[in-house]
Each structure stands twice: as structure tokens, then as C-alpha cells.
């Protein structure tokens, strides 16, 4: 019986033992022990150097392969861009490829919805198509251009783009839509050619072929100012004026016409204004500019135009003549002169802005100059020349 007890209470010693066992934290793992880091292996200047040379080496291949890609767009862009038809046929062949081809569709459904688009003609629908691919063989042609002969080239084509546009709109009653108002980057043209890979265009680019507004600014004039072609900045400043007069002229409703007259053909004026002074014809400028401000108080931008025109009479947004004093220096008075100076020529008298030629590639536009029957847009002009794949091009420069 003793025995017994004894076995007794040394089980249960032993299950007190394991039930306080098991209640016990467990142990945290050690955190593993800190490597050293690697002993650093720089590269010599020559091995640097060499890479340097490598990265500029495969840089200047992409640029020619990137170029050479646009440059055969170009040409097929231009070749769809005759006519209303052949426009349709590339968005056809491009909504097939973009659309049904690479979304894994079948032939039918592809053949079912092209019996739809071809059942009825649509010459509006083919027109604004063919604007959309006039106006990215535009663009390409500007983006890919290396020279400034070469970006002349594309100037030239949007002044005849604009002209028929005009024209266009006018008898659309000022309004457009559709493939026109896209921006070209984003149609299924260019999701087919795959330009995001080849063109490079920077923020804010004329991209929308029904915005004269933009393709004067961000394309037009951007070029005369950095050729220093002063007539055709000029002239293309009364031209960009005389369009949108005409395009807010279409609208069928009054207050189209105010809300131009009122708020954008003053901003206009001023911007013309501001380039005949940066142009050194400083008096007329700036009494034109004088009375854009005294005729617009209530506009929402004069404060801005005073605040613009004192920069430019005090000069704080240009830098100071050659061999003139810094700007913010006191004028001091001239030093007494010991003999007399032979008397120089007289300088030659400034230009007269209003007696500025044309802009190449400009022309008086008829306010009733009729569209072609079948809606089809005038070619791009015969002068600019087809980049056909692999042609030489002059300078080494980045494509833009």
C-alpha cells in the first residue's frame, strides 16, 4: 500500500512538472548575426570611361533607329493622308490590328463589325480621319526634324493644314468633334505604329488638329521666334488673328462671337503686341500695348499685362546689351570728353512692322472657299518632300 502511494504521488509530480513546462514563454530565436558589407570596387577613370563611350554609341543607334521608324510613318502617313478613302482604309486597317487582332478576336468579329462601317459612306467621318492622319504626319515630320530646314518643312505643312481647317470649320458652324478634336498621340494610328516608343514629345505640344490655337502656339510661331524670322512671326500673327476672327465668326449664336471679342481677341492683340517689342519696335508696341490695357480694365488678364509690360520697360526679363552696364545699376553722368569725336553714320532706321512681307507658305484665305464634293482635304504641299526609309539626313542631333 505504501508502495503504491508512493507511485501515486510521483505521477503527479511529474504531470505538475510538464503542465508548468508547458505554460513557460518560449525562447526568442537569436537575431542572426550583421554581415559586413562588401568591400567597395570602384572603376577605374579608363573603365568609366569606356562605358561613357558605349552608352553614347548605343544612344545615337536608337536615335537612327528611332528616326528611320518615323521617317517610313511619314511616308505612309502622307501617302493615307490624299484622300478620304485612303484615310478610312488605314484607320480600318489600324482599328484591326489595335482592336481585334491583339484583343485575340476572331476573323468573323472583325468581319461583322467592318460590314457595319462599310455598309453606309460617311464622308464627315472619312474627312475628320483624314485630318488625323494629315495632321500626325505633321507632328512626325516637326518631332523628327534635325534641322531647321527641316522643321521649316513642317511649319510650311501646318500653315496649308490650317488654312483648309479653316475652311472646314467655317462650314461646320465653328464646331468639329470626332477624330478631329483627338490628340493624335492617342489614336488608334499611333497605338498602331507604336509611337509612344519613338516619339519623344514634350508636354503641351500641338497634338489636336482642330486647335488652331495650339498649333500656332506651341508649333508656328515657336519656330519663327527661334530662327529669328521676324517678317513671319509678324505675319503670322495677323494671320492666326484673321483665322480665329473667322472661326468664331461660324458660330450660329451671338455669344460666341462676344466671348471672342471680348476675352480672347484682346489676348491675341497683346501677344502680337509683346513680340513687335522683343522685336526692338519698343514706341509702337508699347502704345498698342498701352491701349489693349486702358480698352480691357474689366478683362481678367490686365493685371497681368501691367505687371508684364513694366518687366519688359525696366528690362528685367532680358539681359542687358553687349558691353552695357548690369541691370539695376544708377546711370551715371558722361564723362567730359577731352576732343570731339568724328560723327558716326547714322544708324539704319528700325523696320516698319506693318510693311513686313508675308510668311512663306502663307496665302490670303476666300471666306468662301468651297470643300470638295467627296470631303476629301487638299494633299499636303508638293514642296515638301517624301522621307523615304534610310534617306541621310544633315546634323546628329537627338530625335525631340
Known sequence: MHHRTLIITAFCSLAAALSTSAQLTPRTPSAPATQPLPAPKLLKEEEAA??????????????????????????ELREAGMTGEKSFALWMDCMKDVEFDQRGKTVSEFSDWKRRQTKDANRERDGELQ????????????TNARTDAARGEAVTAALA????????????????????????????????????????????????????????????????????AAASLMQSWTKRIEQQTAI?????????????????????????????????????ATQTMIAIIKANLAHRRTQNWIDELTSL???????????????GTPTLPPAPTPAPEPA???????????????????????ADAPLPASGDLPPLPPGVPALPPGTPRPGSGKVR
Open 50 to 75: 569606356k562605358l561613357l563611350a558605349q552608352l553614347e554609341t548605343i544612344g545615337k543607334t536608337l536615335d537612327e533607329q528611332k528616326f528611320g521608324h518615323n521617317a517610313k510613318i511619314i511616308k
Open 131 to 142: 485630318m488625323q492622319v494629315q495632321w500626325l504626319c505633321i507632328v512626325l515630320m516637326d
Open 161 to 228: 493644314f490650317v488654312d483648309n481647317l479653316i475652311a472646314r470649320l467655317q462650314k461646320a458652324d465653328g464646331r468639329m468633334g470626332g477624330a478631329a478634336s483627338q490628340n493624335v498621340l492617342n489614336s488608334v494610328f499611333a497605338q498602331h505604329y507604336k509611337l509612344d516608343a519613338t516619339v519623344n514629345m514634350k508636354e503641351g505640344g500641338a497634338l489636336v488638329p482642330e486647335d488652331v490655337d495650339g498649333i500656332y502656339e506651341r508649333m508656328i510661331q515657336p519656330f519663327y521666334r527661334d530662327t529669328k
Open 248 to 284: 468664331a465668326g461660324a458660330f450660329n449664336f451671338v455669344e460666341a462671337k462676344e466671348k471672342f471679342a471680348t476675352e480672347k481677341l484682346p489676348q491675341l492683340r497683346w501677344g502680337q503686341a509683346r513680340d513687335l517689342f522683343k522685336l526692338g519696335q519698343v514706341e509702337p
Open 313 to 327: 520697360l525696366k528690362h528685367e526679363d532680358t539681359p542687358p546689351p553687349a558691353g552695357g552696364r548690369p541691370r
Open 344 to 366: 558716326e553714320a547714322p544708324a539704319e532706321p528700325e523696320p516698319d512692322p506693318s510693311k513686313f512681307p508675308p510668311a512663306p507658305g502663307t496665302r490670303p484665305l476666300p
